[in-house]
């Protein structure tokens, strides 16, 4: 039987979803369909573009370009309608293995119809692989997880000035 499993990366340190990228590169390889929803992110990444070269399906996007604390209520609530179809689009993929990246800042923030996301995780098809991934996940994400995989940062070049750099933080 093939049981499928939830992971879960969160915390404050780097390497959240670059985790859940290598495990989406790991199924492509192995010939599994893969899906991602990111959350609350909209710039271009470079995985992102390989993934989808690579067969992935990728459901990403917000409304504007601000942080969500910048964001006027109406930014807001198109993002959030915007994630919420994402997901339901993503639902309605065959997927071997499905991210949900940001999906912890997504429910704590409301960005999303967090009673679909709740589903889409808890009522998870028995053989399909779901990766969060989050700085602060809800409780019921924590208990639904198989692999908890608590990330925290100890040191960052940020606090020396070193701001992100392409090919490494995005």
């Not at 290598?22 to 990444?45: H, N």
């Amino acid at each position: 039987m093939n049981q499928g499993l939830i992971h879960l990366y969160y915390g404050d340190g780097k390497g959240k979803t670059t985790a859940a990228m290598g495990l989406a590169l790991r199924a492509i390889a192995a010939g599994k369909r893969v899906v991602m929803v990111q959350f609350l992110k909209g710039a271009p990444s470079g995985e992102v573009r390989l993934l989808e070269e690579l067969g992935a399906r990728v459901f990403r996007g917000k409304a504007g370009n601000a942080f969500v604390w910048q964001m006027s209520e109406e930014e807001k609530r198109a993002t959030e309608r915007m994630q919420t179809e994402h997901l339901r689009a993503a639902r309605g993929e065959e997927a071997d293995m499905l991210i949900l990246d940001e999906a912890c800042a997504a429910w704590q923030l409301e960005m999303v119809d967090r009673e679909l996301l709740k589903q889409t995780v808890l009522k998870k098809p028995e053989a399909q692989e779901l990766v969060l991934t989050g700085r602060e996940p809800a409780d019921w994400m924590m208990e639904a997880a198989d692999y908890c995989t608590w990330m925290q940062c100890r040191k960052h070049p940020y606090e020396k000035g070193i701001t992100a750099r392409k090919g490494v933080e995005y």
